[in-house]
């Protein structure tokens, strides 16, 4: 499964780009999103609530966030955008591996 995304640049987004390529473990959560646990610069605004196809970082509990279907959290820094595969990611279940990686056009 490929996710490709459009990246901001809050500090977090930032952080991990330095960080690329990296592998982190996805959990799902609530039927809604997978998380990994990872310490990110959390020097950015946060919000609460979130769009389906964001991915952010949850910052009191350290953890990059994919979000695939609606609900809400607080305390959220949005970094990226998911632009394909939801449908796939939401069938995933459980947990998995994931490599992180910069594509340039």
Known sequence: ???EAFLNDSAPTQDLL???PITINLHQHQAREYY????????SPTQ???QVGDIAYWAP???LVFFY???YTGSLIIMVKMINSLNDLSK???SFQARIERVED
């Open 69 to 71: 279907d609606k609900g």
């Open 1 to 3: 499964l490929m996710v």
């Open 61 to 63: 509990g350290n953890s």
């Open 18 to 20: 330095k960080r690329l």
């Open 48 to 50: 609460g609530g979130y």
């Open 36 to 43: 990994a646990d990872i310490r990110l610069d959390k020097e």
């Open 92 to 94: 995933m279940g459980g």
